[in-house]
């Protein structure tokens, strides 16, 4: 590109550009030499990237160990199908020992059936199975637990004050160069370069199979508040450059002669194109007409990458750089996409669809999620055409293949659940089948190795049980052979009506029969009143698995599960060292910022005989 020409004996009037165009001098002549525009705002782009390069190098370590256990890292990227050996690899061999237990064994045998045995691992061969726990990688340094503590402080809901200060240090690292020896108000092409360099980072933020999430190991969920922000000072931008030229070629009463220009005329549709965005991008519009907004989303965007190519040819490497982000993403959406029959059930009580992909058993983590489209007429004319996230309600490898529970929230679900309930009889039982096309998975505990912990909680609200069952039932396979740490685990759910339970009752009590050398304790909560006769008698439930009404006191279950944690009673784990709480929340944004709020509070001094707390989010919403 051209340098900018000088704007010395020169009105206003002689000023044409809009988007990313050349920019007039703020003002008279001197000797001080022109900045290049274009290069100035390209090494800041640089700065941004060496920041995120900088959260990669913080990373590494976690990221290095994840690599180092295969069955982590290789996991979670890709769906796939794989046969299961008809010999069981392993077998769990109990025997009593009662002059074996201790004392402290003996105080604590209303946690856990094992405590008054002993419990060995014994594999095909007879042998006693080599333990095999995975290496811990703290998320923070010990002396750095305070600090973040305070960093998931929530400024807003959804939001905690670590992301705030990345949104700050972004939002600063342009307003440097949107200022630098530059008045927006008289020059308004800076603002143009600073609008078009945000280009290629609304894409690295937003799409869903991002260049960036891998290496910071966040999913494209955990990084759509810097979408969000790269698309707003784009939008600031923009405006401020084309109002800019606008206002000069008014004023100089040359408008009709400029906007004729090809340049300038692509620039305004630029322009257009992304206050429409914006303004369809807005709450009112993601929650009331989510599909609505991804239409607009998509042809807004599609339409003002055409605007930037045709305004400037200066412009075009970001527009390159965007195209090839979204060309990446697409590519591995293709690569991750099946197509298949699944079986779906109703689930009256849950309010929910159960459906089932028994073809699809392998290739998520725990916490992950997949993008699911039924492709039936019973869905509605584009009922077909609509995609809609969920996650994954089954560990990997196992002999139901991948389920989701699909609860009803707006017309699609419950046309899907309309389906399911008037099911018939097909191949795989009782349920109805129809054509999926599912593309994942995404999201998950990223580096983190939830089994490298010495304790997990889980709190989840509604539909998110979902998240807990998978996870749940991960930890207990990886335990009984022997590769995790865990020595408690502790599920929190909260309910609006105790039967929701009623079809949970038999998984929950297979979980905790299976958990041979970790105690599980499920803990459920109602928040509505019991109309009619209670769904369950007294001494319904194994003693481990307790139903009560109201709202868990969340500071209490958390202290009660670090108590455990540090108590001895779990055998050889009690030689390792503390590795860390988990707590695993999924569901409304409000009960995610409220379980952050109370991890917040523990105590210091309990933190750090825990090993530290550590927090996954999976919270609802747009």
Not at 21 to 35: C, V
Not at 486 to 494: F, G, M, P, Q, V
Request: overall charge positive.
């Amino acid at each position: 590109m051209s340098s900018p020409a000088s704007a010395t004996n020169s009105s206003p009037t002689a000023v044409a550009s809009t988007i990313a165009g050349g920019s007039a001098s703020a003002g008279p002549a001197n000797d001080a030499p022109e900045i290049d525009q274009e290069a100035f705002v390209y090494h800041v782009s640089l700065l941004v990237l060496a920041f995120i390069a900088l959260l990669f190098v913080l990373r590494i370590p976690r990221a290095f160990n994840r690599l180092l256990h295969w069955s982590e890292f290789s996991q979670g990227h890709i769906l796939r199908h794989v046969s299961f050996n008809v010999r069981s690899p392993r077998i769990v061999h109990v025997y009593v020992s009662k002059d074996r237990a201790t004392a402290k064994e003996a105080a604590s045998s209303n946690d856990s059936h094992t405590h008054s045995t002993h419990v060995q691992r014994i594999d095909e061969k007879g042998s006693l199975m080599v333990m095999k726990y995975p290496t811990h990688i703290a998320s923070c340094p010990s002396f750095l637990r305070g600090l973040a503590s305070e960093l998931s402080t929530r400024l807003a809901p959804g939001y905690s004050l670590a992301q705030g200060i990345c949104a700050l240090v972004y939002l600063a690292c342009w307003i440097y160069p949107t200022l630098y020896k530059s008045n927006p108000f008289s020059d308004p092409g800076r603002a143009g370069w600073v609008g078009i360099a945000q280009l290629p980072f609304v894409f690295a933020f937003g799409t869903k199979n991002n260049v960036l999430g891998p290496f910071l190991g966040m999913g494209y969920e955990k990084l759509n508040f810097m979408h969000r922000m790269a698309g707003r000072i784009m939008l600031v931008a923009v405006n401020v450059h084309s109002l800019g030229y606008i206002y000069k070629w008014l004023i100089g009463d040359v408008f009709h002669e400029k906007i004729i220009q090809p340049s300038n005329y692509w620039g305004f549709i630029g322009l257009v194109s992304i206050d429409l965005v914006f303004f369809f991008s807005t709450s009112v519009w993601r929650t009331r007409a989510y599909h609505f907004f991804i239409a607009t989303h998509i042809s807004g965007f599609s339409l003002l990458l055409a605007a930037c190519w045709m305004h400037k040819q200066a412009d075009r490497p970001f527009v390159v750089a965007a195209l090839g982000l979204y060309a990446f993403d697409h590519l591995m959406r293709c690569i991750k996409t099946r197509i298949q029959t699944a079986t779906i059930r109703a689930i009256p009580q849950l309010g929910s669809t159960r459906l089932e992909l028994p073809h699809t058993n392998a290739g998520w983590r725990a916490g992950q999620h997949v993008r699911l489209r039924v492709l039936s007429s019973g869905m509605g004319i584009f009922g077909w055409s609509e995609v809609h996230p969920f996650t994954i309600a089954s560990a990997h490898k196992s002999q139901e293949g991948m389920v989701l529970m699909i609860k009803k929230a707006g017309d699609w679900t419950t046309k899907l659940y309309d389906i399911a309930e008037s099911g018939r009889h097909g191949e795989a039982g009782f349920g109805t089948n129809v054509k999926v096309m599912i593309d994942g998975p995404y999201g998950g505990p990223g580096h983190s190795i939830p089994s490298s912990h010495s304790a997990a909680v889980f709190v989840v609200g509604g539909s998110g049980i979902t998240y807990a069952l998978s996870g749940i039932q991960e930890l207990i396979d990886k335990d009984i052979k022997g590769e995790s740490r865990i020595k408690i685990i502790e599920l929190i759910w909260i309910v609006q009506d105790p039967a929701a339970l009623v079809p949970l009752v038999p998984t929950f009590s297979a979980m905790i029969q299976q958990s041979v050398f970790t105690p599980v304790r499920i803990s459920v909560f109602y928040t509505r009143a019991v109309i009619g006769k209670f769904p369950f008698s007294k001494d319904f439930f194994h003693p481990r698995l307790s139903l009560s009404p109201g709202r868990p006191k969340i500071s209490n279950m958390l202290e009660a599960t670090i108590s455990k944690t540090v108590t001895l009673g779990a055998g050889i784990k009690d030689r390792e060292a503390h590795t860390g709480m988990m707590v695993a929340v999924c569901g409304p944004t409000a009960l995610a910022d409220d379980v952050a709020k109370e991890v917040g509070r523990i105590d210091p001094v309990r933190r750090d005989q825990v090993g530290g707390v550590e927090i996954h989010e999976d919270a609802f919403g747009w």
